[in-house]
């Protein structure tokens, strides 16, 4: 583990002590909770650690800031979780440190925490660039972060720790979850791949596997507090298996999934192209709350990049696959990762992945230009490509895959979907006032809510509620112990008719006479459930703000607030 600025230490038994003893809180007035924010930089990987920190921080006795708050920084700590996969990673990073410098510098006793990849990587240089920083730690010991907190305050120095190894499994810790009806499970932690674009693997690790009964009953205690939906988490979750000598476990899980009572959809993100196999195919179409969406990286669509870049699979093994999953899977809906402009890449190369874009029909493609990742074997290649040869072909891919994702968004418009409702605000318009959702392929639809005639009819919901937003008041008329018929919840299942597509979303625009179709689910209760507790109007009895894998809190031994 390499740490400084960690002297002088405090007591362990005199650190707890002060922290806990009664004796000591009785000196001075109870101090209102410290306040937290989190931050996050990145990958889904991210978005779930987050999680995990935001978990850690209220068993230790924080409470989180209001969105208010959040929205102008206004934390007594704030953590931002950091990403190292791009070149910009470092430029976001210290843009946001610069704009906390100044808020610490109006707020006595503020905290700022860097966590993540770039953390892991960067270590103390972050703190040599911004001094303003109070704790730094890494990706493999998460659970450290209450604990930095405290001895930063004691120490009035910063603390960084960063280990050289995963301290304890991530699913193992206390986790506040920002949705109700869906939620992220990890499979694996780290990589085995040797890509030589990637830094991933020396930042997370070696892959680091599971069991499948530790993952099943924490996907169970996620349906049991109220989830419809989980997305199982690896950096190569097609290779789940390999530390325990399993090389099928992956297909297996998702159809132990398939049996679990309540759970309506499964996905998971992300496979590798090498590694993806026909039992997992089978395994998706066979099993029906597996959903017909698939997101498998290409990264280039030219065999002499792929090798260069250590990718283990050829452009017609990667559409094979494609062609194995629509053969069984006629619907689903496929994404992809691209790299544009790898070193030593020709305009041959590139015409190879325009090739291979429009053969796959993808329904969207997160590109990207390469940028150098000091420690990656690329980064030190011949052939590195100016700027402007990288722009002008990610200009050309993004076009080529606008036109293919809005003609693969076309084939959808005149069907009847079932959309997940989401708490995220709907697209508007002058006439419309929409929500959005996820059909069962993972598309984005903003769906149009009932004309305001429509709203004023007798037992119909207020016409002045803002569904959109979340409640303002227990008077919402969501929250009612029998919902109006017709009103959403996020949470809630909606029937819809795609009226209009458009690269990245669909609309649902169909005139509405008699209100949405809803079907009402466990998550909507859970969601209002959640939201009467926020508003003071009862005990969210569908909390996920515990570890799932086991009934109450997971305690670390992790100190308390001062008060």
């Known amino acids: 583990m390499s740490t400084t600025a960690l ?20 000196e001075a007035p109870e101090q209102p909770p410290r306040t937290y924010m989190v931050r996050t930089l990145g990958c889904q990987m991210n978005v779930h650690d987050s999680e995990h920190m935001a978990g850690m921080l209220e068993e230790a006795g924080y409470t989180r800031a209001s969105s208010q708050d959040e929205a102008a920084n206004a934390a007594d700590v704030v953590v931002i979780n950091t990403c190292a996969v791009r070149e910009n990673a470092a430029n976001k990073l210290y843009g946001n440190l610069g704009q906390l410098a100044g808020i610490k510098a109006t707020r006595p006793g503020m905290q700022i925490a860097v966590g993540g990849c770039l953390a892991q990587k960067d270590r103390g240089d ?27 305050r004691h120490n009035e120095a910063a603390q960084v720790e960063i280990a050289e190894s995963l301290q304890v499994f991530p699913s193992t810790l206390p986790t506040k979850r920002e949705s109700v009806y869906a939620g992220w499970v990890s499979i694996s932690v780290g990589c085995n791949n040797t890509c030589t674009f990637c830094i991933v ?37 097609n290779s ?7 090389r099928g476990a992956f297909a297996k899980l998702l ?33 029906p709350n597996v959903m017909p969406q698939l997101h498998m990286p290409l990264q280039s669509g030219s065999d002499r990049i792929l090798r260069a870049m250590r990718r283990s699979y050829r452009s017609e093994k990667f559409l094979g696959i494609l062609d194995r999953v629509r053969a069984v899977m006629p619907d689903a809906s496929i994404t992809t990762d691209i790299i544009v402009g790898f070193p030593g890449e020709t305009e041959e190369d590139f015409a190879e992945t325009l090739r291979v874009v429009e053969a796959s029909r993808f329904s969207s493609a997160f590109s990207f230009q390469y940028s150098p990742r000091p420690g990656t074997p690329a980064a030190t290649m011949d052939g ?29 418009v005149g069907r009847t979907l079932e959309v997940l409702v989401a708490e995220d605000s709907g697209r508007k318009s002058g006439e419309r006032h929409r929500l959005s959702g996820r059909a069962e392929d993972n598309r984005l639809v903003h769906f149009a809510l ?74 909507g209760d859970a969601w209002a459930a959640r939201e009467k507790a926020r508003l003071g109007g009862g005990e969210d009895e569908h909390s996920h703000g515990t570890s799932a894998a086991v009934s109450g809190p997971v305690s670390l031994g992790l100190p308390t607030l001062r008060r």
């Open 7 to 26: 002297t002088p230490a405090l007591p362990d038994v005199a650190a707890t002590d002060r922290w806990t003893d009664p004796a000591v809180h009785d």
């Open 126 to 152: 972050i703190v040599a660039k911004a001094p303003w920083v109070d704790v730094v730690f890494g990706t493999h010991n998460l659970d450290a972060l209450p604990v930095l907190l405290e001895r930063a």
């Open 201 to 237: 693997p020396h930042l997370r690790g070696k892959e680091r596997d599971r069991r499948p009964g530790e993952i099943l009953a924490e996907v169970e205690a996620l349906v049991a507090a109220g989830a419809i939906e989980v997305t199982l988490l690896g950096q190569n979750v």
């Open 240 to 246: 789940y298996g390999v530390e325990f000598g399993d």
């Open 255 to 287: 159809r132990a999934c398939g049996r679990i009572e309540g759970l309506e959809r499964v996905r998971f993100t992300s496979p590798h192209p090498a590694a993806f196999t026909d039992d997992v195919i089978t395994a998706m179409a066979e099993t």
């Open 384 to 412: 590195q490509l100016p700027k402007e040869v990288v722009q002008e072909r990610f200009e050309r891919l993004l076009a080529l895959q606008e036109r293919v994702g809005a003609e693969e968004a076309a084939k959808q």
């Open 450 to 523: 009932p004309q305001h005639d429509a709203l004023a009819r007798p037992g119909a919901y207020l016409a002045d509620t803002d569904l959109s937003q979340a409640p303002a008041s227990l008077d919402d008329p969501r929250l009612a112990d029998v919902v109006p018929d017709g009103l959403p919840r996020p949470g809630d299942m909606v029937t819809v008719t795609v009226t209009k597509a458009a690269p990245h979303h669909l609309l649902a625009d169909s005139p509405l006479t008699d209100g949405l179709p809803v079907r009402r689910t466990r998550s």
